[in-house]
């Protein structure tokens, strides 16, 4: 964004960053010393510092004692001071809004009186991008103090960096409602599809005829109702079970200690292969021998993957033979009488219970019994048809409109950039 060879408005002059402002670093008392960190001196570290924006910070995750300030490089600024992040996160930007130290993450800049505080802040949250790529370093990337204070910086008189600063927050205060607004919409459409998945097992989302009563089921075969029927089907429809209609494996992880298990030509998944309901991206091929020799299983296309560990609650249809981790079940269908898009409709929603009841201390997760037991409403098959063709039509309105949020909110994000960029080339006010 530094860009020397743009005209500046008149009344407006190029200096360095090190003649407007005093650059200082900080430090972190030893830690060896538990007694420096019971103090009352805030004390920042870079992940305290939001990206994206300018803001004021009061306070700390943890306080230093004066001896602690003493005894390391931590240095005392004053409030008002302009703190950037320049250390592994770079150009993360916040104003001191009392007197603050920092841990050696930062750049911390003490204005001259010819600078606006905020209008520096706002400058060096919009030339993030170029500090970074300025940065050096092999364990993590610097931007250091001796570098910054080279660089040049477009100076206006002093009321004109306050009517650009009060600029800058009006457009942002707007944008950041219309992103607000987004992210609503975005939460509104994730409800939409669950709530059509939900009307899609309860027999609301086609026209299923007459209603079966479903009150009289003993309570273990009726605990899982309410979340597919509202205890009530279709009277064409039959209330099965998981193991009514599908067997269920297991998976398993061949040894990685034989790498001959591995790099076959053979899909093997885990939890975070699965991106959605028919996305499925398998990182890792393993061999026959691996096949034979583990607990994991090769299961067909068309079978269903539920993952009843990590990822709780995940569900997919690969389109392809695959093998597994512990972490999953395979649903393998004994018969062709359930469509199997139906199915993994039903089961995005229905596993959902899983979450609140899980059982295991250290991962929580589902056992096969669970799982098998599971209440699996049946709607004749061409029924599923006129039901899956509707989900699919509704999801993909769904969809449609999800990727016009997302494009719009990558488009705020680059708007903001926009405002920065003409703030100080002098286009903004």
Not at 13 to 25: I, P, S, Y
Not at 91 to 104: C, F, H, K, L, W
Not at 282 to 292: C, G, W
């Amino acid at each position: 964004m530094i860009d020397m060879n743009v005209p500046l408005p008149d009344g407006w002059a190029w200096f360095t960053l090190g003649e407007v402002a005093d650059l200082v670093g900080g430090g972190t008392p030893s830690r060896g010393k538990p007694e420096y960190f019971k103090g009352n001196i805030v004390w920042l570290t870079p992940t305290e510092i939001p990206r994206n924006r300018v803001t004021v910070v009061l306070d700390s995750k943890e306080r230093i004692t004066e001896e602690a300030l003493k005894k390391s490089s931590a240095r005392l600024v004053p409030n008002g001071t302009v703190l950037m992040t320049s250390r592994a996160s770079i150009g993360y930007v916040a104003i001191a809004g009392t007197e603050v130290t920092t841990n050696q993450g930062f750049a911390s800049f003490l204005c001259k009186e010819s600078v606006y505080n905020y209008y520096l802040a706002y400058w060096l949250l919009g030339n993030a991008d170029f500090f970074i790529q300025q940065a050096t370093g092999t364990t993590f990337k610097e931007i250091t103090k001796s570098k910054l204070r080279n660089f040049s910086f477009p100076l206006p008189p002093l009321p004109e960096q306050q009517r650009i600063v009060a600029r800058i927050e009006e457009l942002f205060t707007q944008l950041d409602a219309g992103v607000a607004a987004l992210k609503r919409a975005q939460t509104a459409l994730k409800r939409y599809k669950a709530s059509v998945l939900k009307s899609a097992c309860k027999g609301q989302l086609v026209g299923s005829g007459k209603a079966k009563d479903l009150t009289n089921l003993d309570e273990e075969s009726s605990r899982h109702i309410p979340i597919c029927s509202n205890r009530s089907l279709p009277e064409s429809w039959l209330l099965k079970t998981v193991e009514d209609l599908y067997d269920v494996v297991g998976g398993g992880t061949p040894s990685t200690s034989i790498p001959e298990y591995w790099e076959g030509d053979i899909p093997w998944i885990t939890s975070a292969d699965i991106h959605d309901l028919k996305d499925i991206r398998p990182r890792k091929n393993i061999t026959k021998d691996a096949i034979s020799k583990s607990a994991t299983n090769l299961v067909p296309s068309g079978s269903l993957i539920v993952v009843t560990r990590v990822s709780l609650g995940k569900v997919a249809l690969p389109s392809f033979p695959l093998c597994f981790s512990q972490d999953s079940q395979a649903l393998i269908p004994k018969d062709k009488s359930v469509l199997p898009e139906y199915a993994l409709y039903y089961l995005s929603q229905a596993v959902q219970i899983f979450k609140s009841q899980g059982r295991g201390t250290t991962i929580l997760g589902v056992t096969k019994k669970q799982l098998k037991e599971l209440p699996f409403p049946l709607p004749p098959l061409a029924e599923q048809r006129l039901i899956v063709a509707e989900i699919e039509r509704r999801l993909s309105i769904s969809q449609q409109v999800e990727a016009v949020v997302a494009a719009s909110l990558a488009r705020a994000g680059r708007l903001r950039q926009v405002v920065l960029k003409s703030a100080f080339e002098g286009r903004l006010t």
